[in-house]
């Protein structure tokens, strides 16, 4: 089946070298289960989840271990049978630390896989979002929202579209790309369940052309699914951000400061879709993700199905560790918005997308030089940004007037950074820069 019209946002973005090819065409792994898994209470926005476990409990795999505390707020199970050890402190991507479970694995105790039966119709709504809630799905491209808050539309705000964002334009990272094609079916289950909580008629996966056999499989299957459409994205950085993946698919430009209800849409990733097919037919928390180990340094790159709390460490064990130990730098998500580490005892979270161990060429570090004012960087910015602006003003001390030319509207793409001649750290100082401002406006 030919892909139809392909579109994009209009202004900014780059291209960037994709290196999907290296897990691309990999089936997903099931990871046998670790010795011990330190689960945080915080992987997502809002308030963290409070325990419900003591020391010396034992717990089953699925069984809450931390209830959510507020709206904002989502609940935690155990990924893992065994021992609750107590609480632990776990450094996180970028700075802090999680406060987590340590949970250690007692094969005594394995819970039965739960009974599949055959779907039937959608359920009411209230037991979707009752479901969701229970099951402790989030948004799990990244942004950690919890997903029982989006289902539930302020009064008065009417949603007509719920767009599944299968842009993964990050290079690397192909676990949405496996998803499309191994678990479409619970995709579209997933996506007609949000659709019906929202109120919406019309649903959308987006996707980009350069995953074509999952846009043509995905087309073929969608006329099985009346009131779902494929919709084809140029592979232009960064279609995923959502508010350019809306006025790519629909022309609707959200405005500053709003969120996607404010045009009447909502946004899910692939395989927050997925998970939230699962909670709701067969009442299956979230005690796993899918996420790609990949990257030049690493000896099997894959696609891999990891308990939530595993480390670092031992995901990258199970890919066969790093090529012959050459000297390599982790990062945990994409190469654009992911983060450097140095502590691969860092646990795998709902919102882990990936773990790329590039070699020693490939994140050297160039010498940073002195703005050239070329431009190039408001060239690519996809907020119509002055990158080079807001850094002088940031560095500067000048906080307010880094913020009237739009410090908090940066989405922290790194498109800036990545074309800057200058090897400028532009995201790195706008970053401190919105860290400066909360602690002054607290």
Known sequence: ??????????????????????????????????????????????????PIVKVGDRVKKGECIAELQ?????????????????????KKPGQGTYSCILIKKDDLELKAEAQKSARGALPEIE?????????????????????????????????????????????????DHRLLLEEYLDLFRGL?????????????????????????KLQQKAADWPGIEIQALDTRYPHGAEKHLIKAVLNREVPKGE??????????????????????????????????????????PSNVKVPIGTSIKDVIKFCGGPKDQQDYQIIVGGPMTGINIDDESMPVVKGTSGIVLITAAEYADSETRACIRCGKCS??????????????????????RADDV??????????????????????????????ELRAVEK
């Not at 392909?6 to 792994?29: C, H, M, R, W, Y």
């Not at 007609?192 to 074509?212: D, F, T, W």
């Not at 879709?273 to 790609?292: M, P």
Request: proline residues 6%; positive net charge; aromatic residues 4%.
């Open 1 to 50: 089946m030919a892909i139809k019209e392909v579109k994009k946002f209009p202004i900014g973005g780059i291209q960037l070298p994709e290196k999907k090819g290296l897990t691309s065409d990999q089936a997903i792994k099931v990871m046998p289960e670790p010795a011990e898994v330190a689960i945080p209470l915080s992987q997502h926005i809002g308030a963290p989840a409070e």
């Open 70 to 90: 507020g709206k904002i707020s989502a609940r935690i199970h155990s990924s893992i049978s065994g021992i609750v050890e107590g609480i632990v402190e776990r």
């Open 127 to 175: 037991t979707i979002r009752k479901r969701v809630k229970a099951a402790g799905v989030i948004g799990m491209g990244g942004a950690g929202f919890p997903t029982h808050v989006k289902l539930e539309p302020p009064a008065g705000i009417k949603i007509d579209t719920v767009i599944i964002n299968g842009a993964e334009c990050e290079p690397f990272l192909t676990v």
């Open 192 to 216: 007609e369940l949000i659709k019906k909580a929202v109120g919406a008629e019309k649903g959308i996966v987006a996707i980009e052309v350069n995953k074509k056999d999952a846009i043509e």
């Open 259 to 300: 969120l996607p209800i404010a045009v009447n849409v909502v946004v899910n990733n692939v395989q927050t879709a997925v998970k939230i097919a699962r909670a709701v037919d067969f009442e299956e928390a979230v005690t796993d993700r899918v996420l790609t180990v990949s990257g030049e340094a690493l000896t099997t």
């Open 379 to 400: 060239e690519v910015c996809p907020m119509y940004l002055a990158s080079n602006r807001i850094c002088a003003f940031v560095n500067n001390g000048l906080l307010e």
């Open 406 to 435: 739009g410090l908090k509207d940066c989405i922290e793409c790194g498109a800036c950074a990545y074309i800057c001649p200058s090897k400028r750290p532009l995201v790195r100082w706008i970053k401190r820069g919105k860290a």
